[in-house]
Each structure stands twice: as structure tokens, then as C-alpha cells.
């Protein structure tokens, strides 16, 4: 097996005089990442696009000073650097051929979903003969965190474009990395992602342990945030395990299922044995049983719960 080592480049917080300044930034994807990042930008200053099937999409980013377009080649049309936030593989293949079609030489694309890095490539090879550069961007942050600007960007292509994108990557994002060659934001991302279901988890059966002793999940967050077994899930994902909390998705159990078939595919290819990981599938997938599908992933606390508590599975 290849041990071969990755070198990472140092970023670059701003663009320098001689690079050109971005100012029309297009979305293809409005949904719960995209219409957060397109507003931050908005606020940032930048000349915001957008397209998105979804009507309601659409008038949203006009409701917050954007301007939606008819379709996404109107949209390639339209600016000089398209943020891609797409639901699947297949969605990434239509964008690339339209972006291919459509989009002038020079065009630049930040590819922010969560895929197969084969299907990256190919998205890649398709726009790159036609003269457009996509960059494999991937995001570490759920939807609420990105409301708050509070996420980190796994840049990874062309040193040069990441460094002439700073400007915009800061409009959204509180970091971003340069990770080298393109693909390696979504090996980055992935390992974030198998971290992040494992701490989902525990965050849960601790805060259902203090549940039992007494301990509200509220204060059991803010007292164990500051000491060792703190965790940024503690602290993102705890607050939503109260209450039910849960139903107000930032990342809905089902399409958190798409990351986690990547990850474990991802371990079957490099060999890595991971039995925390592996314990986590059957929750997730409880999860979806159970009717959580549209939740946020914080719905874990709920699958432990009616585990645990026969009475209270029964009334559901």
C-alpha cells in the first residue's frame, strides 16, 4: 500500500494588486448551505447570483438583494466565479456540462459539495477542455454555522486560483486551507466527517446519561465545553438535543447518509479498520427508521433514548 506523503501549501489571506477582484459571484444551490454562504457574501460586499430549482430559493436570494437567474447557464453567463453546492454526483455531472457550454474561458468554479472524488475528477476534466477550472473546495461546518460565517474551506487545485479566491472565501467562510492537489479537500473532508459522526454520538450518550442523573442537556453543554471532553459537536449539536431540537435541520439524517457511504467506502479502499465509526451506522441508520429523515443528525439523542426506554418507544 502507498504511504506517500502530501505536502501542503500555506495560504494566502489576500489577493495582490496585479491578481483581478472578484465582484460577481454566482450559487448553483440554494439550499441550506448555499443561501447562507450567498448571504454572507452579499454582506461582504460581493454582487451575488443565483440559481436553484426551487422557486422559494430563488425569491429568497431576491428578498436578501440577490439576483436570481432563469437557469444555470444564464447564470455561468452572468459572473466571474460560480459556487457550487449540489445534492449528488448526478447534479455535479448536469452543472458541469452546462458550465462547460456556457461558461466563458477563465471561469472559475469552487466546488463545495460533499462527493466521490471520482466523480470530482470527472466534473473537472469535463469543464477543464473547455477552458473552466473547478477547484475541489469541500466545507467543514453544518448550515447553522454557516449563518454565522463559522466555516472552514478545504481548498485543494491549482495554488494560483485558491490564492486569487482568498477574497472570496473570506466573504464566507472564517478559514480556509490550501491543501494542495485537487482532491485532497475531499480526503480532508471526509476524515472531518468520520470525526464528526463519531463525536455526534457521544455528545448523545452523555448528555443522555446526565438527562437521567438529572443534568439538563443545556447545562451539562455549557459546563463540559470548557473542560477536556469538549467537542465543537458538543457545542454545535448538544444545544439541539434538548427540546427536540432536532427537527430544525442543519443537517438532515438523510443526506448525511450520502456521507457516510463515502467514508466507509473510503476505509474499505485504504484498509483502516475504524470500529467507532463502524458502531455509529446502525444509529444513523435507526435514525432514518424511525422517521428522523428530514431531521438534523442531533436526532441520535432520540434513537438512544426510545433504545433505552421501552415506555417511551411505545407512545411514539
Not at 491578481?19 to 454566482?26: K, N
Not at 476534466?125 to 473546495?137: I, N, R
Not at 467507532?276 to 435507526?286: G, Q
Request: hydrophobic letters at 45%.
Amino acid at each position: 500500500m502507498s504511504t506517500k506523503k502530501t505536502t501542503f501549501r500555506s495560504t494566502v489571506s489576500s489577493a495582490t494588486a496585479s491578481q483581478p477582484v472578484f465582484q460577481r459571484i454566482g450559487f448553483l444551490g440554494l439550499g441550506i448551505m448555499g443561501s447562507a454562504m450567498a448571504g454572507n457574501l452579499l454582506k461582504a460586499g460581493f454582487e451575488v447570483y443565483g440559481f436553484d430549482p426551487s422557486a422559494k430559493a430563488r425569491q429568497h436570494l431576491k428578498s436578501v438583494g440577490g439576483h436570481p437567474c432563469k437557469d444555470a447557464a444564464d447564470l455561468a453567463r452572468s459572473v466571474q466565479v460560480v459556487i457550487t453546492s449540489l445534492p449528488n454526483a448526478a447534479a455535479l455531472m448536469d452543472t458541469a456540462g452546462t458550465l462547460a457550454r456556457a461558461g466563458r474561458k477563465g471561469l472559475l468554479v469552487i466546488e463545495t459539495s460533499t462527493l466521490d472524488i471520482q466523480d470530482k475528477e470527472t466534473a473537472r476534466a469535463a469543464m477543464a477542455a473547455k477552458g473552466v477550472t473547478l477547484l475541489d473546495c469541500p466545507l467543514s461546518g453544518t448550515g447553522a454555522q454557516a449563518v454565522r460565517k463559522d466555516l472552514t474551506v478545504y481548498a485543494s487545485g491549482p495554488a494560483a486560483d485558491i490564492r486569487r479566491l482568498a477574497p472570496v472565501f473570506e466573504g464566507f467562510s472564517k478559514t480556509h486551507f490550501d491543501l494542495g492537489a485537487f482532491g485532497n479537500g475531499m480526503k480532508m473532508k471526509l476524515m472531518a466527517n468520520l470525526l464528526v459522526a463519531i463525536h455526534n454520538v457521544s455528545t448523545a450518550e452523555a448528555l443522555l446519561l446526565g438527562q437521567r442523573w438529572g443534568i439538563a442537556p443545556s447545562t451539562a453543554v455549557k459546563v463540559l465545553s470548557d473542560g477536556a471532553g469538549g467537542s465543537r459537536m458538543l457545542q454545535v449539536r448538544g444545544p439541539m438535543m434538548e427540546n427536540e431540537g432536532w427537527k430544525e435541520a442543519t443537517m438532515k439524517v438523510s443526506v448525511w447518509q450520502k456521507d457516510m457511504k463515502l467514508i466507509a467506502q473510503a476505509l474499505v479502499d485504504t484498509c483502516v479498520p475504524a470500529p467507532l465509526f463502524a458502531a455509529t451506522i446502525p444509529l444513523y441508520n435507526a435514525a432514518m427508521g424511525m422517521g428522523h429523515e428530514g431531521h438534523d443528525t442531533a436526532a441520535v439523542f432520540d434513537v438512544l433514548e426510545r433504545m433505552s426506554s421501552p415506555a417511551k418507544s411505545r407512545k411514539r
